[in-house]
């Protein structure tokens, strides 16, 4: 099983204001302490050949103090590590956000083992695809269902914890439009690995028009996807996910009001195709080993209705 590109891109590649501080502060990390790694070796190294067992017999010299010599190796050291602090400092300054009193233009509620997505503003619910305007701060909250997950998107900047009871802020913003992939980074569980999330980042048209589209209610469908929607309101499907439009409540797991809009389903683990959609509906357990969604032994032909109901809820 492959994942669906885009790969999951490194702090080196950085596409934010937040993640070029973090690369600052890792690039200069390492190469200041791989240059005091190497200046140690080398020392350790001249000493072991300068000073080596000649044959001689004789006892090597025996020195003990150099005041000097102490002082520059306590003030040095103490030195760059105060560089390194106050550096740290700023870079916290730059990654983090600033201004967490306002209300959030993002609500990310982690789940074993899936993102719950809400836009505030436009009265948006998604799932495990986070779509953002180029170059927009958006102040994201995050939080958590049931156990510690955390955020990790690395093209973008810092990890955050979601902590069940205690919110968290980060500052979600990309400045180049395309698509960006993020996992949790905090063991939560057997579907630790599958809790991807996948951020697509638009330009502010594209991004409004999106938006416009999730706050709709799920399209009239006809024929096969109308017995998928019945089957979908008969067997217990409506008792986990919510589609608006319909009569349901379930939260339990994702909205699916606009599934067919999304790229991947099982928060990363499969192309959202009818053929994978046929396979998860078939044994969801199948593509990923202990998830929440039972095998509600469906027969082909309701897999096939509710496949042809959900790839028509653009
Ligand atoms: Cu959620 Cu690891």
């Known amino acids: 099983m492959s994942f669906p590109s885009p790969s999951l891109g490194t702090p080196f590649s950085s596409r934010s204001p937040q993640a070029d501080a973090l690369r600052s502060l890792i690039l200069v990390t390492i190469w200041l302490t791989s240059a005091i790694a190497l200046l140690v070796t080398s020392l350790i190294a001249y000493a072991i050949v300068r000073y080596r067992d000649r044959g001689t ?6 020195t003990g103090g150099n005041r000097k010599i102490e002082i520059a190796y306590t003030l040095i050291p103490l030195g760059i590590q105060c560089a390194l602090f106050v550096f740290t400092v700023i870079t916290m ?21 899936w993102w719950e997505l809400h836009y505030p503003d436009g009265h948006v619910v998604s799932a495990n695809e986070i779509h953002l305007p ?14 510690i997950h955390e955020l990790w998107i690395p093209q973008l900047g810092p990890k955050m914890d979601t902590v069940p009871g205690k919110p968290n802020h980060l500052v979600l913003q990309a400045d180049q439009v395309g698509e960006y992939l993020g996992n949790c980074a905090e063991f939560c569980g057997v579907g630790h690995a599958w809790m991807r999330v996948r951020v697509v980042v638009q ?3 594209d991004f409004a028009a999106w938006d416009h589209l999730q706050a709709q209610p799920a399209p009239e469908v006809s024929g096969a996807a109308l017995r998928g929607e019945q089957t979908f309101q008969s067997e217990t499907c409506i008792q986990c996910h919510a ?4 009569s349901t409540t ?17 928060a990363g683990v499969g192309d959202n195709t009818p ?16 998830c929440y969604m039972p095998n509600m032994r469906l027969i082909p032909s309701q897999i096939s209705d509710l496949t042809a109901y959900l790839e028509a809820l653009k």
């Open 203 to 205: 330009t502010d048209a």
């Open 275 to 290: 053929e994978e959609l046929k396979r998860w509906l078939g044994n969801p357990q199948s593509l990923k080993p202990g």
């Open 243 to 246: 589609i608006q439009g319909l």
């Open 134 to 147: 180029v170059n927009e701060p958006m102040l994201t909250e995050l939080q958590s269902a049931d156990v």
């Open 57 to 62: 017999g004789a006892e090597p010299l025996q």
């Open 93 to 113: 300054q730059r990654a983090e956000p600033q201004e967490t009193g306002r209300s959030p233009d993002l609500v990310v509620i982690a789940h074993q083992w």
């Open 250 to 266: 379930g939260h339990v797991g994702p909205d699916l009001t606009h599934f067919a809009s999304r790229a991947t389903l099982g």
